[in-house]
């Protein structure tokens, strides 16, 4: 069946650093790809999203890009702040949201 | 405009005890879900609704139950509750359960201790 794996954490990084998480995915069709936030003591909400190959979803200085060839789907940010501490899902979709095992992510000031 | 919202937020059960957890949305979606979070296993689907009237397993439905009660409202129902769903749990909504680009919307999750 679909699947997500990403890389595992924790990621540990100090303020203004780069930021990349990766994701790959296995799939039978062509589904589309999220990533997913978890701030401390919250639910999930939407980061970003790509529905087609070459793809790329933004939001809050985050990019993932959809590389069918690579079946990848990695997170990127050029310069993480404090705030972006969280744990990140990569997932895709079928009928239901498959997710990967989620990465915490501590920046420090 | 409150989303998903989800009652208890926290909830200390016995062995064998069963409860319901509450799940609300009042953004008008079709289908509704219910997964439960464990470290390093990301999400796993519970049951999910598709639309009104329905509901079907997911990956972990043993030991679950769960009533799509109308279109706003899908609980969950722990019979006997065993150690092993100490977890937290989160509700979830969307336009449809169709594949696609369908963001589902989380509510904050219970967190729930079976002792």
């Known amino acids: 069946g679909d699947s997500v794996t990403q890389m595992e954490g924790p990621v540990t990084l100090s303020e203004e650093a780069f930021l990349t998480i990766n994701c790959t995915y296995t799939?039978?069709?062509?589904?589309?790809l999220f990533w997913y936030v978890q701030y401390p003591g919250e639910g999930l909400q939407l980061l970003l999203k790509a529905t087609k190959a070459d793809d790329k979803g933004s939001n809050k200085g985050f990019e993932a890009t959809y590389r069918k060839e690579t079946t990848s789907f990695h997170l990127e940010k050029g310069s993480v702040q404090v705030s972006d501490s969280a744990v990140y899902f990569c997932a895709l979709s079928d009928y239901k949201l498959s997710f990967g095992a989620g990465t915490t992510v501590t920046v420090r000031a | 405009n409150a989303g998903v919202t989800q009652t208890p937020k926290f909830q200390v059960l016995k062995t064998g005890q069963s409860m319901t957890l509450q799940c609300a949305q009042d953004?008008?979606?079709?289908?509704m879900y219910w997964y439960r979070q464990d470290p390093g296993m990301g999400l796993r689907l519970i049951y999910y609704?598709?639309?009104?009237?329905?509901?079907d397993k997911g990956e972990v439905p043993n030991g679950y139950n769960v009533s799509r009660l109308n279109k706003r409202e899908f609980s969950l129902r722990l019979e006997s509750a065993a150690p092993s769903q100490t977890s937290v749990y989160f509700c979830a909504s969307s336009e449809t359960v169709m594949a696609g680009p369908y963001e589902q919307y989380f509510g904050p999750g219970t967190r729930l201790t079976v002792t």
């Open positions: 953004m008008n979606h079709n289908s």
């Open positions: 799939a039978t069709g062509y589904p589309s």
């Open positions: 609704s598709a639309s009104e009237g329905t509901t």
